[in-house]
C-alpha cells in the first residue's frame, strides 16, 4: 500500500485484541510500521514514531510469537526509516522501494538512494515494487514499467530478495520478470491470483505471501491457490495497518494479527500449527537471511503453547 489517504481509510475503529499466541515463532513478512503508529506528510518531513512506541509494537508482536518482522518502504524517506529501525532492533529486516504508484513522481535520484539503501547490511529485500492498474491510470503505467525494471536490476545487483506489489497485473508482472530474469528470491506480497497464476508463480519457483484477505469470505480462489502451493514457498504477512484478517476486517491491523492468518492458512493447507510455524520461519530466513541472534529474538517474551 502507499501512504496516501487509503491509510487513514484504513485505520478506523479501535486496535483488535491481540489473539492466542502461537505455538512457536512465526513471522510478519511485510509491514508499514511508520504508518500503523501514525501519519506524516507524504514529503518525510513529519514526526515519526518514537523509539519507544515501535518497540512497544515489535514486544507485543513477540508477544503472540511473531519475532521477527519485515519492515517495507515505499518511497525514500519511509525506505530510509526503514533501514534505520533494522539497523537498530534485531527483531527487524528492511525493505527499500518506491511504490509503483509514486513511480511517476520518482527521478534518478530517488532510484539511486533506494541503490545506496540496498547496500546496507540489514536492508535485505528491494520493495515493494512492481505494477498497479488499480490506482494508477494508463497514462502512468511507462513509468511504473520503467520503475518496476530498475528495482529488479537493483535487486540482482544487491544479492537480496525482490517484493512485488500486484494490483490487477498478473499478465503484466511475469512478462516482466521472464524479460528481465528474476532475482534468486521473489516474493509476492498480498498474493492476489487464483490458482492459475499460483500455479505459474509457483513453477518459476516464487515465494507466495497471503495477508488477512486470506481468511476473508468472499477469498476462496485465494485459499485455493494457497492449498496447491508448496509449503517451503509460501510466507505471510499483515502488510498492517492494512488487510486486517477476521473477525476483525475493518480495523487496525499490526503484526501481533499474524497469528489468525497463520492459522487460516494452517487450516487451508492441512500442515500442523507448529510445523508450519516452522517452515515459515525457514522459508523467511532463505529469502531474507537470518534475523541477528536469532535465539535471542525468539526468546525475548514469546510465551510457547501447545
Not at 7 to 36: F, K, M, Q, W
Not at 71 to 97: F, I, T, Y
Request: proline content about 7%.
Amino acid at each position: 500500500m502507499s501512504r496516501s489517504a487509503s491509510s487513514r481509510a484504513n485505520r478506523r475503529g479501535e486496535p483488535p485484541p491481540s489473539p492466542e499466541p502461537l505455538p512457536s515463532p512465526a513471522l510478519d513478512s511485510h509491514t508499514h510500521l511508520d504508518i500503523v503508529l501514525g501519519e506524516r506528510p507524504a514529503d518525510g518531513h513529519g514526526n515519526w514514531p518514537s523509539d519507544d512506541e515501535v518497540d512497544a509494537e515489535i514486544a507485543a508482536a513477540a508477544a503472540v510469537g511473531v519475532p521477527r518482522l519485515v519492515q517495507v518502504g515505499v518511497d525514500v524517506a519511509s525506505s530510509r526509516w526503514s533501514a534505520e529501525l533494522a539497523a537498530r532492533h534485531p527483531n527487524v529486516l528492511a525493505a527499500v522501494a518506491i511504490h509503483p504508484n509514486e513511480a511517476g513522481a520518482a527521478d534518478d535520484a530517488a532510484l539511486a538512494e533506494i541503490d545506496r539503501l540496498a547496500a546496507l547490511p540489514r536492508v535485505r529485500a528491494v520493495g515493494e515494487t512492481g505494477l498497479d492498474r488499480y490506482r494508477t491510470g494508463p497514462e502512468g503505467w511507462a513509468a511504473q514499467e520503467a520503475s518496476f525494471r530498475a528495482h529488479i536490476r537493483i535487486a540482482k545487483e544487491h544479492g537480496i530478495a525482490l517484493v512485488i506489489h500486484d494490483r490487477d497485473a498478473h499478465g503484466e508482472i511475469l512478462e516482466v520478470l521472464d524479460d528481465e530474469g528474476a532475482p534468486e528470491h521473489t516474493v509476492f506480497h498480498c498474493f492476489s491470483g487464483d490458482a492459475a497464476f499460483a500455479t505459474a508463480c509457483v513453477e518459476r519457483g516464487f515465494v507466495l505471501s497471503f495477508a488477512g484477505t486470506l481468511t476473508f469470505g468472499n477469498a476462496g480462489y485465494l485459499r485455493e491457490a494457497a492449498a496447491l502451493t508448496p509449503v517451503d514457498q509460501l510466507l505471510v504477512e499483515t502488510d498492517s495497518p492494512f488487510l486486517t484478517p477476521m473477525p476483525h476486517r475493518g480495523r487496525p491491523n499490526a503484526s501481533r494479527l499474524v497469528p489468525l492468518t497463520v492459522r487460516a492458512l494452517a487450516d487451508v493447507t492441512g500442515v500442523d500449527l507448529a510445523e508450519l510455524c516452522a517452515t515459515l520461519t525457514t522459508t523467511a530466513e532463505r529469502v531474507f537471511g537470518s534475523w541477528a541472534g536469532t535465539s535471542a529474538v525468539d526468546n525475548l517474551s514469546v510465551p510457547i503453547h501447545s
